[in-house]
């Protein structure tokens, strides 16, 4: 993490948790002076389209787990050392599943009291998936959040992409199923040289001192993920079902911000709406934006899970 000092005052352990069958490996922190006797505030914390635990989850986890919450975070189905097939795979209905396995494995800890999520990026959207579905969930925020819903998807990606994507997508979902082959290709792409999902600066993941040095990182996505990226997930249609109090923090210089607005005024719930200041990838990783985030989750979060 830039700029971040290192603490040793809260515990990190590697887990294991079971959905359908497969392994997800995650992280669990414990706060300073962790007592298993007492009852804690839970959080989940996740990241943004193709990250894994060690990118902007771990980042966040510390810096929860130093203001007295248990935290877990994970690789998605798929993803890094989780299992899953085809890898690196998007699914909107895997993730809630997974994100729904990560509730059972903190509500069978005893030191458990309420359970939130955090959700960074597309994370945000995921999270918004599990609000509208879970009632063990007792609050969600959502930092920077990829407010996404089909109704972007021409004028991002252009009818002639769309058309072409849609068909890869499905022919890779037919060779996976056939052959056990999956054609996978960049998920982020600086260039129009280079073919990629999403064309962004994204120089968090292109640096080799950020993004780029997490090791089971990959900047790959598989064809079979785009229907689901580009064509199903819409967390914006998740707003009006969810019934738990809901923070979104975000700025002007974030990705998609009218997403976020829109998102937030369909909320039919406690809500609350926190605008900050700074460029959306440096809420994954360098501290004065993250301590933006992290100051307006804190008070929320113990508001609602103490």
Not at 165 to 184: D, M, P
Request: proline share 5%; aromatic share 12%; hydrophobic share 35%.
């Amino acid at each position: 993490m830039k700029n971040l000092t290192k603490t040793t005052t809260i515990t990190k352990e590697k887990i294991n948790f079971k959905r359908d069958g497969l392994n997800l490996v995650g992280h669990l922190f414990k706060p300073t002076n962790f007592d298993p006797m007492l009852q804690y505030p839970a959080l989940i914390v996740q990241g943004s389209v193709s990250s894994v635990k060690e990118m902007m989850p771990d980042n966040y986890s510390q810096l929860l787990a130093k203001e007295g919450f248990v935290v877990i975070d994970f690789d998605y189905a798929s993803w890094g050392e989780s299992d899953g097939l085809p890898r690196q795979n998007e699914s909107v209905d895997g993730k809630l599943k997974d994100l729904k396995a990560a509730v059972t494995y903190l509500e069978n800890l005893p030191y458990i009291n309420k359970i939130g999520m955090v959700g960074v990026c597309t994370s945000g959207g995921n999270a918004a998936y599990l609000a509208a579905e879970d009632d063990r969930v007792d609050a969600i925020a959502a930092v920077v959040p990829w407010m996404y819903e089909p109704a972007l998807a021409e004028p991002f990606w252009g009818k002639e992409t769309l058309d072409k994507n849609h068909q890869r997508s499905l022919e890779n979902r037919q060779l996976f199923k056939t052959t056990g082959k999956n054609e996978k290709t960049q998920i982020f792409t600086n260039t129009t040289e280079v073919e990629g999902f999403n064309f962004t600066p994204g120089e968090y993941y292109f640096d080799k001192s950020r993004g780029g040095a997490i090791e089971n990182w990959k900047n790959e996505v598989s064809w079979s993920s785009w229907i689901d990226w580009v064509e199903k997930f819409d967390p914006i249609s998740q707003a009006e079902k969810i019934t738990v109090p809901t923070l979104v923090f975000s700025t002007d210089e974030a990705l998609i911000p009218d997403q976020a607005k829109k998102f937030y005024s369909l909320l039919n719930t406690e809500k609350e709406l926190v605008w900050g200041n700074g460029y959306h990838f440096n809420f994954y990783d360098v501290y004065p934006q993250m301590q933006q985030a992290v100051d307006a989750v804190v008070p929320f979060m113990k508001k609602h899970l103490d």
